[in-house]
């Protein structure tokens, strides 16, 4: 059996097929399946040891490709495992008594948060009743009364004994706006004014009529008075030094008495003012008590909040008028917002733990932020403003978010970091640390955290932080790594009939027939390109059967068959494929030059593979190659352009490798080569074409021409191994479409790395063809089988002296590597002996010259 033949695969090996009997169904709803994650053991196992772990730092980071099932499985997991979870404390903001601009926070059993701040809404209105009532009460007026009442009296008699005290020292004493005045009096006698004498007069005529008591008030009264007034400034200065000085001493000794009696006077109103708040104190306690006990009574469990209830207590008693103004005046504007409670993070008690997915994690998503309010063109905040972030919400249970939406935020990062540590969480606006000038803002009460948080992401992000990030890994010390692809076993694919069968009865409604799941089977090999691996993107698998019942729906029909399922691939194609029908058009039209017949020397078609991110296809490249004499080794045109990246460039250097092995291990090899990848404007990566290179460059070599109806793929080492390569199936499929455009020859077919063979699964138009002997895949492992393929010529041997049969690849290519050796080490002779003649007729031109000067 020639090599052409040994080496082709057979249409079996093209495609691995799912038998639809084997399923052990005929339609998906004859399956009873539990919902469970396929395909992800050890990610299963990490995630439920994570979930397991209650150590600070054992956070967990989910690494996949997106659609794998990583974010949607973990986050059942974490509801599963909440479940069973004691519900963490509600926690409740309220008014500091002290620091009013630092609130405090409090931890309240599950589901108390909201009874507390019922309760003191209620509260707040219960007092105002109570205490209105209690101050209405007449007793209150009869004892706030009596107090003043006594304060008077007690001031009126200390002003009678300062007056009288003022008078023994012949002062007055006057108030005026600015205090009491000491005034000097002088004491003299008032003459009988003629108006007294004619009273007395009458009164002598009429003594027979009074009696003899009011003839004794008579005779008073006409006895001379002595009047006592206010001594004038000139009278005092008349005075003479002693007396003023005198006067002096007494006005001060009066002005120190005078100070003695208002001290007293103000304490004793110090004491009124002391009585009348006991008064009132002992009215309001005994208004709040009823009701401030019943509040004790239902949190008496909680320190923290009993403590605050006796400051509440104390404030309600200071500020006790707000509560009867607004009872008396229901337009009052009394605030009393600080009684409020704020709810800041509520749980319930019949649900377990929380499980809090934030999907735009910012900083005080994350964080929780401090609200502000516009008032007439003021900023205003207080207490109530105080908003949880999700980190407070997840707190005592569990945080998932996405990597990406986390380090894409600003500061969002380092806050997680920092809390993580830390163990708590302290409220702070991004303004105080990116602003200039410090605000004066609230400052909440610091919050423990114990909370689990999950990122999932993807393998380079969590490589970038593992390298950059010297905290990361004392953060996240648990890995799950969810995989690309699970084994293709008769247990896998029911398994994945079940997710199938999950699928019709939650969106699809349309059952799906035995041959229709295999398909999907068959395309889940596809989407990694390997018969005995199926993908875990899931996504991908659900878009596929929702497009394949659409496709049965709009054909009105009960089930969705196989040929739904081809359909849905097919035109799924057909919507992205824009950019692959202009390179095949350009093939029709002639402008891209691509032979699928005949053979030539130095030109073999290779094959590329081009990424449109929604679609992938082949598309076949012309490979030439020119050699002639001279030093600068294999040289590649792109190269020389920069239009190639590194992992090509190696694969060209092998290339040198091999040729060095093959032939200069008995001579050194004189050879100057251009490879080039003809009509390529971008750039080229991948050492895929690395044996295309070689093929072509030994054709170019020895002469023989290569089939053009053969497209080549395949890296090589040093040795000549082929070496497998990505993409098999576009590529085939590729070259497939080329070839199918100038019509099928049966001669036409693609030439793949043996390790490639199971990756194969192929479309089925690249299968019909192959039935039909229309088209044909070989499988090669090493370069000599490869170039008997392309060329009908053996490669060829070496016989113990190290040389090749003369009518081989290789015996041709050395010959020819031998006959420029000889031809350049032959023409380095004839330039060597050229140089020596030339340098003898110069030596003699100058011995001849000297000589004549001589005899001159």
């Known amino acids: ?148 009442k006594n304060f ?48 007395g007069g009458e009164s002598e005529q009429d003594t027979a009529d009074k009696t003899e008591e009011a003839e004794n008030a008579e005779k008073a009264d006409k006895e001379p008075k002595t009047v006592t007034r206010e001594m004038q400034p000139d009278e005092f200065e008349k005075l003479s030094e002693e007396e003023q000085n005198a006067i002096q001493k007494k006005s001060e000794e009066i002005a120190q008495k005078t100070l003695e009696t208002l001290r007293i006077m103000r304490d004793r109103e110090k004491e009124l003012k002391q009585e009348i708040k006991k008064l009132e104190a002992e009215i309001c306690r005994n208004a709040t008590q009823p009701i401030l006990s019943e509040l004790r009574d239902k949190f008496q469990e909680t320190k923290k909040l009993t403590d605050w209830i006796d400051k509440l207590e104390e404030d309600i008693v200071q500020n006790f008028g707000m509560f009867v103004a607004a009872t008396r005046d229901e337009n009052s504007e009394a605030d009393f917002s600080r009684f409020s409670v704020n709810v800041f993070v509520s749980n319930d008690s019949e649900c377990g733990a929380p499980v809090i997915r934030e999907t735009n994690p910012t900083y005080y998503n994350l964080m929780g932020k401090v609200e502000y309010e516009s008032r007439q063109g003021y900023l205003y905040t207080d207490f109530r403003k105080i908003k949880a972030g999700a980190l407070h919400r997840a707190n005592g249970g569990y945080l998932m978010l996405e990597a990406e939406n986390v380090l ?48 999932v992401g993807t393998y380079y992000l969590y490589y970038l932080l593992n390298i950059y990030d010297p905290e990361f890994q004392k953060i996240f010390k648990i890995k799950a790594d969810f995989e690309s692809d699970m084994p293709r076993g008769a247990e896998m694919e029911y398994r994945l009939a079940c997710v199938i069968a999950h699928f019709v009865s939650n969106d699809g409604k349309i059952p799906f027939t035995a041959a229709a799941v295999a398909e999907v089977i068959e395309n889940a090999s596809r989407l990694v390109d390997d018969q005995d691996r199926m993908s875990t993107q899931f996504n991908k698998i659900s878009e596929l059967l929702a497009e394949a019942t659409a496709w049965a729906r709009m054909e009105k029909a009960e089930l969705v068959d196989f040929h739904h399922v081809i359909k849905a691939v097919e035109e799924k194609i057909n919507r992205s494929n824009l950019v692959e029908e202009r390179y095949r058009r350009a093939f029709e039209t002639g402008v891209i030059r691509i032979d699928t017949e005949g ?25 030439s190659a020119n050699v002639f004499m001279g030093q600068e080794g294999v040289v590649n045109i792109e190269r020389e352009v920069k239009l190639t990246g590194p992992i090509h460039n190696k694969g060209l250097l092998t290339l040198s490798s091999y040729l060095g092995r093959m032939y200069a291990q008995d001579m050194p090899i004189s050879i100057s080569a251009r490879i080039a990848f003809e009509q390529t404007y971008g750039g080229i990566e991948g050492d895929s074409a690395s044996s295309t290179e070689l093929y072509c460059l030994l054709s170019a070599l020895s002469g023989v021409p290569l089939r053009q109806d053969i497209a080549v793929t395949g890296s090589v080492d040093q040795f000549g191994s082929i070496q497998p390569i990505g993409g098999v199936n576009e590529k085939i499929e590729g070259f497939f479409s080329y070839c199918k455009v100038r019509g099928l020859t049966g001669t036409q077919g693609v030439m793949i790395p043996r ?62 590597l031998r006959s420029w050796l000889e031809r350049s080490a032959k023409l380095k002779r004839e330039l060597s002996k050229q140089d020596a003649d030339e340098a003898d007729e110069a030596n003699g031109n100058g011995q001849k010259k000297k000589n004549e000067q001589d005899d001159d």
């Open 152 to 199: 008077q009296e007690s001031v009126g008699e200390l002003m009678e004994s300062l007056r009288a005290y003022a008078s023994e020292q012949n002062f007055s004493i006057k108030r005026t706006p600015q205090g009491f005045v000491n005034l000097p009096l002088i004491k003299e006698e008032q003459p009988e004014s003629p108006e007294a004498a004619d009273a």
């Open 599 to 623: 053979a030539a020397v130095g030109q073999i078609n290779g094959l590329s593979v081009i990424s449109m991110v929604d679609h992938t296809f082949g598309h076949p490249v012309r490979i």
């Open 755 to 816: 390790q490639n063979a199971q990756h194969l699964m192929l479309h089925y138009d690249v299968l019909n063809a192959v039935r039909e002997g229309l088209f044909s895949i070989w499988a090669v492992s090493t370069i000599d089988e490869g170039i008997e393929i392309l060329s009908g010529v053996p490669a060829g041997e070496p016989v113990p002296d190290g040389s090749y049969p003369a009518d081989s690849v290789h015996g041709r290519t050395k010959s020819c």
């Open 1 to 148: 059996m020639s090599i052409i033949e040994s080496n082709k695969l057979p249409i079996e090996q093209l495609r691995r097929r799912t038998d639809a009997e084997s399923l052990g169904f005929k339609t998906t709803d004859e399956l009873k399946c539990p919902k469970q994650l396929i395909g992800q053991a050890k990610a299963v196992n990490a995630i439920s040891f994570a979930l397991e772990l209650d150590t600070r730092g054992y956070n967990l980071f989910v690494v996949g490709n997106p659609g794998s099932g990583r974010t949607t499985f973990t986050i059942e997991a974490m509801k599963e495992k909440a479940l069973g979870m004691s519900p963490p404390d509600d926690w409740v903001y309220v008014y500091n008594f002290d620091e009013p601009g630092e609130p405090l926070a409090i931890n309240l059993p599950a589901g108390c948060g909201k009874t507390l701040a019922s309760a003191m809404n209620d509260l707040v209105e219960d007092l105002k009743v109570n205490l209105g009532k209690a101050f209405d009460n007449s007793e209150y007026e009869d004892n706030k009364a009596t107090l003043v």
């Open 408 to 455: 894409r935020q600003f500061m969002s990062w380092d806050a997680l970091k920092r809390v993580l540590s830390s163990g708590e969480l302290t409220i702070e606006n991004l303004g105080e640390h990116l602003g200039y000038i410090p605000v004066a803002s609230l400052r909440p009460e610091a919050i423990p955290i114990n909370v689990k948080v999950v990122i």
